[in-house]
């Protein structure tokens, strides 16, 4: 099992809240991603960095924002939630093979309902 | 546009018995094709990877077949079990980035009943 770890794992907030969710990993990766899951439907990509000091916007727009000050951390903030962040978020990580299809090991994810 | 396509959407069969998921894609240039299984709230974790050049690749009572020439994959499940009970997603990559962008597909919601 891949040492990607995501917390909080549930997290129920109000409207305009602030919000960090954290992503940790300890296998060295160079690369990191947040993708964000609706029930039934597929993951889409909406920040990736590929290492420290390097972060950059996905395939769907989203509000959220992300740092990569260290390797291993790669948090995800939301200023303001509204309840259209409803959603699950994964956040992986990949091998720094230089290849393009670098295998992405997945965090448990965080599902958050914002009421 | 790419994109991956899988069928059937769910599907219930009793434990024990096999089945077989189905994915088309679109995705140009091919890089590879990986199947990934997903618990309910929890992350999606690999079962095999498939390049251009292999056509099946196997994972305990998972196989998986690619057809790079129409564009298919299978994953096949044998003598499943309650634990198989989980979403499985097609995944392709292309060649066209140093990212090794992902192209996924919205999965098949496997039930396995006893």
């Known amino acids: 099992e891949a040492d990607i770890y995501q917390t909080p794992r549930y997290l129920v907030i109000g409207t305009g809240k602030k919000i960090t969710l954290e992503c940790s990993q300890t296998?060295?990766?160079?690369?990191m991603y947040w993708y964000q899951q609706d029930p039934g439907m597929e993951l889409h990509l909406i920040h990736y960095?590929?290492?420290?000091?390097?972060?950059e916007k996905g395939d769907l727009s989203s509000e959220s924002t992300v740092s990569r000050i260290r390797t291993e951390h790669f948090p995800l903030t939301l200023e303001s939630a509204r309840p259209s962040h409803t959603s699950q978020y994964l956040c992986?990580?990949?091998?720094?093979?230089?290849?393009?299809?670098?295998?992405?090991?997945f965090g448990p994810g965080t599902r958050l309902t914002v009421t | 546009k790419n994109q991956v396509e899988q069928s059937p959407q769910s599907l219930i069969i009793l434990e024990g018995k096999n089945c077989t998921l189905q994915?088309?894609?679109?995705?140009?240039?091919?890089?590879?094709l990986r199947w990934y299984k997903q618990d309910t709230g929890r992350g999606p974790v690999s079962l095999t990877i498939?390049?251009?050049?292999?056509n099946t690749k196997s994972n305990g009572r998972y196989t998986a077949t690619l057809d790079a020439d129409t564009k298919q994959s299978s994953l096949h499940i044998t003598a499943s079990q309650l634990s198989d009970s989980a979403s499985y997603i097609c995944?392709?990559?292309?060649?066209?980035?140093?990212?090794?962008?992902?192209?996924f597909g919205r999965g098949t919601q496997l039930t396995v009943w006893p």
């Open positions: 992986a990580s990949s091998e720094p093979t230089g290849r393009a299809q670098d295998e992405q090991y």
């Open positions: 296998m060295g990766h160079d690369k």
């Open positions: 960095s590929y290492g420290v000091n390097s972060t």
């Open positions: 994915c088309n894609y679109t995705v140009s240039p091919f890089s590879n």
């Open positions: 498939m390049t251009f050049s292999e």
């Open positions: 995944v392709v990559s292309d060649r066209g980035s140093t990212l090794g962008r992902l192209y």
